[in-house]
Every structure is written in C-alpha cells, then in structure tokens.
C-alpha cells in the first residue's frame, strides 16, 4: 500500500510559486489542505473571482506534496487531472509535484 500523507521536500532550492484553482460558484467556502500545512485547510483560503474559481497561490520548495480541497467541509480533490494517491480514509489525495 502507498505511504499516505507524506511530503518530500528537498533543501537548499528556491520557493515557486503553485498556483491551486477550484471551480465552485455556490460555494460559501473553499480551503486548501495538505501535508504543506499538516491538513489544516483553514491556514490556506481561497478567494472567489467573478467567475465562480476559487483561486490561492503557494510558494513551495521542490518535492512531492499531497493535498485535497475543503469545500464547505466537504473534502474533495482537483477537477482538473492530476495523479492521486490512496490514503487512510478510503479515498484519495491530489498530487502536485514541484520541479528543482
């Protein structure tokens, strides 16, 4: 089975900035979770355009980082495709991976 929730991270590269999009325009809420804020969604908001897309930036270091979408509470993953990995809850984690 896939080791769940870790993250690699290597040191000494520079920060890029990911940009984290989620189309949900009847959403009150949408929060970004993941192992590069230990699943605390609430440290990482997104915001609202005209159009209904939810939208956050993060600046991260190269490496492999799981994370999923908190929309109105309810956890879902990217709409866009992405690779997924399973986790211990029975469903499954996003995947974005930063190059060096």
């Known amino acids: 089975m896939a080791k769940v929730m870790k ?3 290597a040191t000494n590269t520079c920060d ?3 940009d ?3 189309y949900a325009p ?15 969604a609430n440290k990482n908001p997104l915001k609202k355009d005209v159009s209904g897309n939810w939208k956050t930036s993060l600046k991260l270091k190269a490496g492999r980082y799981q994370y999923r979408y908190l929309v109105d ?4 993953n990217a709409q ?5 990995v399973p986790n211990a809850f029975g469903s499954w984690n996003c ?6």
């Open 26 to 40: 009847q959403a009150k809420k949408v929060e970004l979770g993941g192992c590069f804020n230990n699943w605390k």
């Open 95 to 100: 995947v974005v991976e930063v190059a060096k």
């Open 16 to 18: 890029k900035t990911i």
């Open 7 to 9: 993250c690699s991270s």
């Open 20 to 22: 984290f999009k989620f």
């Open 80 to 84: 866009e495709p992405v690779e997924c």
């Open 73 to 76: 509470g309810v956890w879902q």
